[in-house]
T-cell receptor, first 112, second 113 residues
Framework: QKEVEQNSGPLSVPEGAIASLNCTYSDRGSQSFFWYRQYSGKSPELIMSIYSNGDKEDGRFTAQLNKASQYVSLLIRDSQPSDSATYLCAVNTPGSQGNLIFGKGTKLSVKP | ETGVTQTPRHLVMGMTNKKSLKCEQHLGHNAMYWYKQSAKKPLELMFVYSLEERVENNSVPSRFSPECPNSSHLFLHLHTLQPEDSALYLC????????????FGSGTQLSVL
């Protein structure tokens, strides 16, 4: 059973701090990795994708991938209360016909 | 209307009822999906349609019946559901099947009594 694991949280950080969200996956052959953000009562929205080892930065967001450790993370710099949401890690694995496997999500709360 | 729209937003039904969920995408995408989101569980892929052809059925009980009449519309027909089927049902679309950038609708919050 291919799995994607996330700490459900809640992760609470003060405004302006760095929020670090972590995700591990079981299939070593996984090739593509994604972070979706889901506000309460809303639908998931893609915010970051990463395909190769290392860091990828987009504004205040940085995705980090370590395939050897089967680990992907999302850093949010200068966290804002508007970043409070559940963050879903998703992985595309071979044999899944291109369909994503999602983690349960980590709930982030940014306190003013 | 833009993006992916779903109706109804909320649905309460008894176990003997028959109802349908509707999804429409205005993005010109070729693939459409039904996902189930239950509390404290990951998003579960239920069905995938690519160019109106069902390409995946993830061992979903037959009380859920999808229909894709064209590439813009997707339905999920519900009958004789169980209380454990209560969840948020999300429709999504993507440029092509296997394209990981999914665009989600707002979902239907379903309660089965």
């Amino acid at each position: 059973q291919k799995e994607v694991e996330q700490n459900s949280g809640p992760l609470s950080v003060p405004e302006g701090a760095i929020a670090s969200l972590n995700c591990t996956y079981s299939d070593r052959g996984s090739q593509s990795f994604f972070w979706y953000r889901q506000y309460s009562g809303k639908s998931p929205e893609l915010i970051m994708s990463i395909y190769s080892n290392g860091d990828k930065e987009d504004g205040r967001f940085t995705a980090q991938l370590n395939k050897a450790s089967q680990y992907v993370s999302l850093l949010i710099r200068d966290s804002q209360p508007s970043d409070s949401a559940t963050y879903l890690c998703a992985v595309n694995t071979p044999g899944s016909q291109g369909n994503l496997i999602f983690g349960k999500g980590t709930k982030l709360s940014v306190k003013p | 209307e833009t993006g992916v729209t779903q109706t109804p937003r909320h649905l309460v039904m008894g176990m003997t009822n028959k109802k349908s969920l509707k999804c429409e995408q205005h993005l010109g995408h070729n693939a459409m999906y039904w996902y189930k989101q239950s509390a404290k569980k990951p998003l579960e892929l239920m069905f995938v349609y690519s160019l109106e052809e069902r390409v995946e059925n993830n061992s979903v009980p037959s009380r859920f019946s999808p229909e894709c009449p064209n590439s813009s519309h997707l339905f999920l027909h519900l009958h004789t559901l169980q209380p454990e089927d209560s969840a948020l049902y999300l429709c999504a679309s993507s440029q092509g099947q296997g394209n990981e950038k999914l665009f989600f609708g707002s979902g239907t919050q379903l309660s089965v009594l």
